[in-house]
Structure formats: C-alpha cells, structure tokens
C-alpha cells in the first residue's frame, strides 16, 4: 500500500516538535559551576557591606544575583551554541547536542534576566537590581556578542562581567557602592585573564578551530605566558586593595599575601616552561590553582566578617 | 514540508518531569512573593495610623 505524504515525511524527517530537553538539560544551561563562584562571591560581598540587610532579604537578593547568572550563562549558550559544536569543552552543551533548541534557550535566559532583575529592584533596591541588568548586558552583549569574537582582549575587558557580583550583592546591602565593593571586583577583574589565558593555553586548539580570537591563537603562545605572568604580579596589589579599603584585615593579610605569591610562582612556571607538554601541564596547574586562589581569598574576607576579626584602618 | 515526529515515550517522560519542575518553581515563587512581602512589611500594618 502507498504511504501517504504525511506518513513518509515522519519516517524521512528527524523533526520534533521542539521542547524535549530534560530539566538536567535546562539546568545546565544556567552554568550551575559558574553560578557556584557567583553566588560565593556575592555573599562574600553582602556580609562585606557596610550596614545590615535583612536576613530573607539578603537570601532574596543572593537568590535573584544566581538567578541573573543563569540567565547570562543560558543566554551565553544560545548565541556561542554555532561555536560551542566545534569546541571538544562546549560539544555537549544542551544547544549544540540538540536536546534544547536555540530559542527555548533564548526564552528561558531572557526570561529569568527579566525576572531576577524585577525581583531584585521590587525586594531589595533599584541601585543592585540596575548593576544587575548592567551585569547580564555586559556579558551577553559587550562580551559574548562583540568582544568574544572580535578581540583576543575579550577576556580582560569581559572579566569585568564576573566581578560585578559582589557589587551588586554590596549594594543590595548598603543601597550604595563604596570603595570596599570595588576593592572585591578589581580582585576578581585582575584574577579573571590569567585563569582564562591558563585554560586557553592548554585548549589552545579548541579556540583556534572555532575562530575564537584567544591571545595564544592571536599573538602566540610565549606573549600568552608572559601576560600571564604580568597579570599574576598585577594580582598582588589587587589583592591589597580589601586591605586598603577597611575590608579585610590582618588573617587576610597573611594567608593572602602566601596565596598570591604562590599564585606568581606557578604563573612563573608556565612562563618559564618550554616544550609543549611541559607548558600544557604547567598551564593545567595554575588554572587548577586559580579557582582554588580565588575561593580562598574570597573565603579569608568572608570568615574575617563573620568572625568580627578587627579590619585594617580604610587608606582610601 | 516537515510532518513532526509523534512524541516517543522519552519525550513523553521528559515532559511530565520538565511540568513537575515548572510546577514546583511556580510553588517556590508564590512562598517567596508570600514571604518576602510579609518580611518587608513587617509591623507596618499593624503599627499603621487608623
């Protein structure tokens, strides 16, 4: 018997209707390991703040920062899913796999931006729910929309993206932004190229096949080693800035101080490596080390806070 | 012209758990509207001028 149109089409076609992502799939499009540091971060900067905020408040307002996270993150993987696919670390992203189609993606990130940033300026104030908005511009416009694709700089000016965190969550404390809160965001500003610039060493091919203009694919791997090694030392002094501000104090001071130095160390060692392997295998160290650097330094001024430890006299 | 595909079982089971989840969201959302009102009126009501 002849099949009729409709019924060949269905057996040919691998068409659905759309929408058969699994909830683990819309989960991972909010990037949970990224939203982990940003909700770290963003309570490191509440408790930092000056004056108080309401308990549920302030779990409010952590709630809407992650949420605003995973909105960039969601939207992030809508507009990059063409290069995601070719990247071995992006591939089985929910876009790219197929299992969430680009506009759900689209809906869903747009959807929460709009909400956690309504929540934000509705529960707590309009000055941390407008660094919000600004937050999830800078990375799905200024970021992922031109710089990523234009500029082997992309990772410096859009590391600012994940320094706002705990300035938002700072001004949904304080109402305001002190110099405290932008002390917290240049640490993280500063840490944010050398921890890229790591990974891109040792996933120099991955860019290089996807287009992404990443400094070793642009201007080479040993000028990649030696930003590295400069940012590192650039940390040092970011890294005093809490301490300048009145915002961390003496334990701080100490474990920081070792931290960093240590910091510079392996950044020294990526710098001074030659063979391919030997760098790849440095360049896997420090990456690894910077998330731990970062989570302790964050850490030291959140127990210094939580324990009333005396703070340093503000310089500034 | 593209005919879609009828559901299979899977997309069947993945919606059912992808409403559980909507549905529990919408819950968190009204006891988080619910509670943070309460939280940020605090005495006002009962402190107000009649």
Same mark, same amino acid.
């Given at each position: ?11 040919? #076609?691998? =068409? ?73 670390? =992006? ?36 000055? @941390? @729910?407008?660094? #919000?908005?600004?937050? %999830? ?6 970021? =992922?929309?031109? #710089? ?25 404390? @304080?109402?305001? %932004? ?122 030291? &001024?959140?127990?210094?806070? #939580? ?7 503000? &310089?500034? | ?24 969201? $919408? ?10 009102? $309460?939280?940020? $009126? ?7 001028? $009649?």
């Amino acid at each position: 018997m002849a099949q009729r149109p409709a019924e060949l089409a269905t057996e040919t #076609l691998p =068409t659905t209707l759309g929408g058969q992502g699994d909830v683990a799939d819309f989960v991972a499009l909010l990037k949970p390991r990224v939203m982990s540091l940003v909700v770290f971060s963003a309570v490191v900067g509440l408790v930092a703040a000056p004056g108080s905020i309401h308990p549920w408040l302030g779990f409010v307002a952590i709630l809407c920062i992650a949420l605003g996270a995973g909105a960039s993150g969601a939207l992030n993987m809508w507009y990059d899913a063409d290069i995601d696919a070719l990247m071995k670390r =992006t591939a089985s992203r929910p876009v790219p796999r197929g299992a969430v189609s680009p506009q759900e993606a689209l809906g869903f990130g747009l959807t929460l931006a709009i909400a956690s940033v309504l929540m934000l300026g509705l529960f707590v104030n309009v000055l @941390a @729910a407008a660094l #919000l908005a600004f937050t %999830i511009f800078f990375y799905v416009v200024i970021y =992922t929309m031109w #710089l990523k694709r234009w500029t082997p700089q992309n990772i410096v000016i859009g590391g600012a993206a994940g320094a706002f965190p705990p300035m938002v969550a700072w001004a949904a404390a @304080a109402n305001s %932004i002190d110099l405290g809160a932008i002390a917290l965001f240049l640490l993280i500003f500063f840490w944010t190229p050398p921890h890229f610039w790591a990974l891109a060493l040792f996933r120099e091919g991955d860019y290089e096949k996807a287009g992404v203009p990443m400094l070793p694919n642009v201007a080479g791997r040993p000028e990649t080693k030696k930003q590295i090694l400069l940012y590192s030392i650039a940390l040092l002094p970011a890294a005093s800035l809490p301490l300048l501000t009145g915002t961390a104090g003496n334990l701080y001071a100490i474990a920081g101080s070792l931290l960093t130095l240590n910091f510079i160390r392996l950044a020294m060692a990526v710098f001074k490596a030659s063979a391919r392997e030997n760098e790849d295998k440095a360049s896997k160290k420090l990456f690894g080390y910077s998330i731990i650097w970062l989570f302790a330094m964050l850490l030291l &001024v959140l127990v210094e806070h #939580l324990l009333a430890l005396p703070l340093w006299t503000a &310089v500034f | 012209m593209q005919v879609p595909q009828p559901f299979s079982p899977d997309d069947l089971a993945r919606r059912r758990r992808r409403s559980i989840a909507m549905a529990a969201v $919408l819950i968190i959302m009204v006891a988080l509207f619910f509670i943070t009102t $309460l939280v940020r $009126l605090g005495g006002n009501v009962a402190e107000r001028v $009649l």
